[in-house]
């Protein structure tokens, strides 16, 4: 920059948000049924809330890629949970997708840790610096994963 520029030139400034309602999460990859509509998010969410499963395409060949979105404390949140009791809550809260997951993969989930969701900040006021460097989708203000959004605020930016 020259010494004019360095004179007026704000820095990009970060709005961290307090997260109120913090979730962790474990992912759950399930493979659709060949007459299941392959393009599809599906969403499911728990009585009373207490775990919700959302779940994106994640190749071309019909395998999804599900989150269990939870509360810290959530005792299924935890590693080394008792698969049994992950099956018999899939089996109550989500029967459309408990035949999905074997059990090889129940079991694996069940022992893996959760893990924690970004949180939401923003930059700005400004999404430039000169003519030749910006910020943009996430970078500029990132959004928990699951809600799809990167590519689509980077195209709004």
């Known amino acids: 920059q020259n010494p004019f520029q360095k004179l ?5 400034k970060v709005t961290r948000f307090t997260d109120d309602n913090p979730r962790v999460f474990k992912s759950v990859p399930i493979p659709l049924p060949k007459d299941w509509p392959q393009n599809l998010n599906y969403s499911a969410r728990a009585n009373g ?6 779940a ?3 190749d071309d060949k019909g395998n999804l890629c599900a989150l269990l ?3 810290p404390d ?13 099956r018999a809550y899939f089996d109550e809260e989500f ?3 408990t035949t999905l997951v074997s059990d090889e993969v129940m079991e694996s989930v069940s022992k893996k840790p959760s893990s924690s969701l970004p949180a939401f900040r923003y930059a700005g006021p400004k999404l ?7 910020i943009l989708g996430d970078s500029a203000h990132t959004v928990k994963p699951y809600y799809g959004l990167g590519a689509n605020t ?3 930016d």
């Open 8 to 12: 007026f030139y704000k820095p990009f």
């Open 49 to 54: 809330s207490r775990i919700t499963l959302e």
């Open 56 to 58: 994106l395409p994640s």
């Open 69 to 71: 979105l939870m509360k």
């Open 74 to 86: 959530d005792e299924l949140c935890q590693p080394n949970v008792e698969t049994a009791k992950l």
């Open 95 to 97: 029967p459309q997708f």
């Open 128 to 134: 430039h610096v000169g003519e030749r460097t910006m």
């Open 154 to 156: 980077a195209m709004e």
